[in-house]
């Protein structure tokens, strides 16, 4: 009985939202692949891709790439201040 007051409160509290547009025809892909899915509507699974996306945005910011890291070690090495 909690959890169901509890998704009733959810369902009432506000939320902002605002429309993008994709064409009609990607539309009506996307309609047909989430069918089989848990996904209730389009704009939920879009919402989880782009959410999923700059997730995987925000993981790849690094301030050096593995060989620029590397190469600083090297040198580090090499005036010995790491071992």
Excluded: Q
Excluded at 16 to 21: G, H, P, Y
Excluded at 47 to 63: F, G, N, P
């Amino acid at each position: 009985m909690e959890v169901m007051v509890k998704m009733t409160e959810e369902k009432s509290k506000p939320k902002n939202f605002t429309s993008i547009s994709i064409p009609t025809t990607l539309y009506k892909k996307l309609e047909e692949k989430i069918k089989e899915t848990e996904f209730t509507s389009v704009s939920s699974f879009v919402t989880h891709i782009i959410r999923e996306y700059l997730a995987k945005m925000e993981e790849e910011k690094e301030v050096f790439s593995e060989e620029e890291e590397e190469e600083i070690k090297e040198r580090l090495r090499a005036l010995g201040y790491i071992d």
